[in-house]
């Protein structure tokens, strides 16, 4: 998800090229932030690109039962 730069989630429509449609008043976005429906792992980065490895590996461990946490544990 899209977040504006005080960290409220951006739900303003926008272009293909991430900016703001005609007539929104969004303040633009500032980072993007993956989250896990199933447990409370989340990770933020400032390009939409940079969260598809950590959100890939944090599915498989979901399918191998290995759930990695922040401090390095495992659920």
Do not use: N
């Amino acid at each position: 998800m899209r977040l504006h730069p005080d960290g409220t989630v951006c739900t303003h429509k926008v272009k293909p090229s991430g900016k703001p449609r005609e007539g929104e008043d969004c303040p633009g976005t500032a980072k993007f932030r993956a989250d896990c429906d199933s447990c409370s792992w989340t990770e933020e980065g400032y390009l939409k690109v940079i969260l598809e490895r950590p959100v890939s590996a944090h599915r498989a461990a979901h399918r191998t039962g290995k759930v990695p946490t922040r401090d390095g544990g495992g659920q």
